[in-house]
C-alpha cells in the first residue's frame, strides 16, 4: 500500500503562487508515474500535471502551461506541484495520484492510489 498526503493548499489572490506538496510513504514515488489532480464544486476531476517514473515524461492540463510546473525529489520520497500566476479559474481540490503503469496518463481511473487533498482558493 502506498499512503500520500498532501499539503501546501490555502487561499491567495490572483497572480499569487503557491507550492503543493504530496509526500508519499509505504512505497517509493521513484516506482510510480505520478499525478496531480483537481476537482471543483461540482465539475469532474480533472488532470493538471503528470510526471513519470524516471522524471523524463511530463504531461500536463494547456490550462496550466507555462503557469504550473512539477517535479519530484526522491531522498525525500515527496512530489510537488509549484502554481504560479494564480487564477481564480484554478480554485479546487488539489489531488496527488500516483500509477504504476508506464508513461504518463490523464485518466484518473489509471491512478491506483490518491491522496485526500488540499484545498486551493484564488481570489479575484
Known amino acids: 500500500q502506498m499512503q500520500l498526503i498532501e499539503s501546501g493548499g490555502g487561499s491567495v489572490q490572483a497572480g499569487g503562487s503557491l507550492r503543493l506538496s504530496c509526500a508519499a510513504s509505504?512505497?517509493?514515488?521513484?516506482?510510480?508515474?505520478m499525478g496531480w489532480f483537481r476537482q471543483a464544486p461540482g465539475k469532474e476531476r480533472e488532470f493538471v500535471f503528470g510526471?513519470?517514473?524516471?522524471?523524463?515524461?511530463?504531461r500536463y492540463a494547456d490550462s496550466v502551461k507555462g503557469r504550473f510546473t512539477m517535479s519530484r525529489d526522491n531522498t525525500e520520497n515527496t512530489v510537488y506541484l509549484q502554481m504560479n500566476s494564480l487564477k481564480p479559474e484554478d480554485t479546487a481540490v488539489y489531488f496527488c495520484?500516483?500509477?504504476?503503469?508506464?508513461?504518463?496518463?490523464?485518466?484518473?481511473?489509471?491512478?491506483?492510489?490518491w491522496g485526500q487533498g488540499t484545498q486551493v482558493t484564488v481570489s479575484s
Open positions: 495520484a500516483a500509477d504504476s503503469g508506464m508513461g504518463v496518463t490523464n485518466l484518473p481511473q489509471n491512478y491506483e492510489y
Open positions: 510526471i513519470g517514473r524516471s522524471g523524463g515524461i511530463r
Open positions: 509505504g512505497r517509493t514515488v521513484s516506482s510510480y508515474a
